[in-house]
């Protein structure tokens, strides 16, 4: 079943829809808003308002590509984050970062929360989500070239830093 019949559903009244809804999209948007705002709590809470926002106003049926509108409200979510509660004293949310209170980090981990929050962002939806570079212009409002150049960049950050620095 495709998530755009499971949003009918869903404003239909169908509550297993909602169910269906969080499995099909819960790896995805945790891992995005995870890779914006690099800290679990947080992650967490964002996710738990996600939905409570989901189930109470899911999007109407003038929204044309549901599954984006759900990931532009995750990332929107965690940006409003972030410029509430990591970035006060820069009023940017250019180069900050929360920092993670797990104990410890994968490499991989480590490696991506030092790319910018834009990089993690693009990277996160085109390989946990799997949106083209044209739907992750769509949205982050992005042009098409500063999403490809982020996440060229992203990818050889990536390489190098899990290549102790070379290349």
């Known amino acids: 079943m495709d998530i755009e019949e499971m ?24 891992t995005l808003i995870l890779r914006i705002v690099n800290n679990r709590e947080t992650a967490d809470d964002i996710m738990q308002e996600l939905f409570m926002r989901l189930y109470s106003s899911p999007p109407d049926s003038t929204v044309n590509n549901c599954r984006a509108w759900v990931f532009a409200s995750a990332r929107n979510l965690a940006i409003d984050y972030i410029r509430k509660h990591c970035c006060e004293e820069k009023n940017t949310t250019e180069a900050c970062t929360c920092p993670d209170t797990s104990a410890e980090k994968l490499d991989i981990e ?4 030092m790319l910018s929050q834009e990089q993690r962002e ?19 409002g992005s042009t098409l ?17 899990l290549n102790g620095g070379h290349p």
């Not at 869903?10 to 999209?25: P, Q, T, V």
């Not at 480590?110 to 929360?113: E, K, L, N, V």
């Open 7 to 30: 949003f009918s559903r869903l404003r239909n009244g169908d509550k297993e829809a909602f169910a269906d809804i969080y499995r099909s999209l819960r790896v995805p948007l945790y």
């Open 122 to 140: 693009v990277l996160s939806l085109h390989l946990n989500a799997g949106f083209t570079f044209s739907e992750i212009s769509n949205i982050t």
């Open 110 to 113: 480590r490696a991506i929360a």
């Open 145 to 161: 070239s500063s999403v490809y150049r982020r996440y060229r960049s992203a990818i050889k950050a990536l390489r190098k830093e």
